[in-house]
């Protein structure tokens, strides 16, 4: 990990690189505030942590480049909880390139993705499943994944894997005052906790099925809605979405090209797709986009089958779980189907939105008063944990060295957990998905 070498000082754009009202341009590092000084009018090398200076920033030809605020952090303070400063400018793309390469010329090189996190894990700013967090929070499309996001931030996570660890860490400590004690010599008996950590893997396994339930709200779910050339379909798409975005038609064939959006569906983000109905055709351009409904219908998470029972259409047989059958037309042919709506009257639509929501979440139901995961790799740490935990349990008959065995394996999970115990590999891996500035 030579490029998160963090002796060097470093800037990046924390805001989009678009126009914009305002712009923030953050460094940090050792000496950071003295290598900006020359080039800033207001006083920052002796303004406390969290002042905002105003002043002016130029060049070395003291040619202003913006007006700005800057916020200075001491070290042990800010983000990375090194020496630091944020740059508060005008959102011009002209302005961020000059004071970018500003910062460059002066000796601050350009920070790689995840480097300022990186530096907050490092200083024990954070643990890894916080700093995990911190790119869940920017990434999430829905406010129950950002919630959850931020409670990581704030250290859930870290507080479980805290405690569990420091009950295993009491066992293995009664365990060890045996092991040095030869066979005549122990004090006395010991008899392996099996209630005490039968409650553990419990609440590691809880936690650990978060992850089904926390991936649905934060990565979503493709919903292909399919059936007959004027089923309804696109009523049913237009009335999910609220708006009239595919064609309405009593054409048949009038959808020839599947049209997808992204929608919140019970705070579960979609990807929907409206697609070309099927029938007998000899059309090259239909039979064409009918081959990509069937593309579309293999890989979606959710079918949502629209028959009209008006027209004589007969119901999609639910053979399996990614199947859901929805009658259109209420207002013409009544509550005969188990699941109806109108596009008409809207009558039934509720109902169809929680059928797909419930169907969506089916087999990702989390426990209660659990923090939640969004991390597969939280989620193969935590079963580790538990496995090993088991057969230590399961060697509760067998020498103590080697319960003792099993119960450092499930220490060393949790280590991996936190971050306490971890490989510049992972950390490579981890930290090179954030985000440019975080």
């Not at 953050?26 to 003295?34: D, F, K, P, Q, T």
């Not at 000084?37 to 942590?49: H, K, M, V, W």
């Not at 509760?396 to 490989?423: H, K, N, P, R, V």
Request: hydrophobic content about 35%; aromatic content about 6%; glycine content about 8%.
């Amino acid at each position: 990990m030579a490029h998160y070498a963090t002796d060097e000082p470093v800037y990046a754009l924390a805001t989009p690189y678009s126009p914009s009202a305002l712009a923030v341009i953050r460094a940090s590092g050792e000496g950071v505030l003295s290598i900006f000084q020359p080039y800033f009018t207001g006083r920052i090398t002796d303004a406390p942590s969290g002042k905002a200076v105003h002043g002016y920033v130029k060049d070395e030809c003291g040619e202003r480049i913006d007006e700005v605020m800057t916020v200075v952090y001491r070290k042990g303070h800010g983000y990375t909880s090194e020496e630091a400063f944020e740059i508060m400018c005008h959102g011009s793309l002209p302005v961020i390139r000059s004071l970018s390469a500003l910062l460059e010329r002066a000796g601050i090189r350009e920070a790689e993705r995840g480097e300022f996190t990186y530096r907050a894990f490092m200083h024990g700013r954070m643990d890894l499943t916080e700093a995990e967090a911190v790119e869940e929070i920017v990434k999430a499309r829905t406010e129950r994944a950002g919630s959850d996001a931020l409670s990581r931030l704030t250290g859930s996570i870290y507080r479980e894997a805290e405690a569990i660890k420091d009950s295993v860490l009491n066992i293995l400590a009664s365990l060890e005052v045996q092991l040095d004690y030869g066979e005549d010599e122990i004090p006395e008996e010991w008899v392996f906790p099996h209630e005490e950590v039968r409650a553990i893997i419990t609440r590691l396994r809880s936690i650990a099925a978060t992850f089904a339930s926390s991936r649905l709200y934060s990565e979503g779910a493709s919903v292909v809605i399919a059936g007959r050339t004027n089923a309804g379909k696109s009523s049913l798409f237009n009335a999910l979405l609220k708006e009239n975005r595919a064609i309405v038609s009593s054409e048949e064939g009038t959808t020839r090209d599947y049209i997808e959006t992204e929608a919140v569906i019970r705070g579960i983000p979609v990807r929907l797709f409206d697609t070309a109905g099927f029938r007998e055709t000899d059309g090259s351009i239909e039979l064409e986009g009918i081959r990509r409904t069937e593309e579309l219908m293999e890989k979606a998470d959710l079918i949502i089958y629209v028959s009209d029972p008006s027209s004589g259409d007969d119901p999609h047989p639910d053979d399996d779980s990614r199947t859901l059958t929805v009658s259109s037309k209420r207002d013409i042919t009544g509550r005969d189907a188990p699941l109806s709506f109108s596009s008409v009257t809207g009558e039934g639509l509720d109902e169809v939105i929680d059928a797909i929501a419930e169907r969506l979440s089916r087999g990702t139901e989390a426990p209660e008063g659990v923090p939640r995961i969004d991390s597969l790799r939280q989620k193969e740490k935590l079963e580790e944990t538990a496995e090993a935990l088991e057969s230590a349990e399961l060697s509760s008959f067998a020498g103590f060295d080697i319960i003792a065995m099993y119960l450092q394996s499930a220490l060393s999970s949790l280590g991996e957990l936190t971050g306490e115990i971890t490989g510049d590999d992972i950390l490579d891996r981890l930290f090179s998905s954030f985000c440019l500035g975080k």
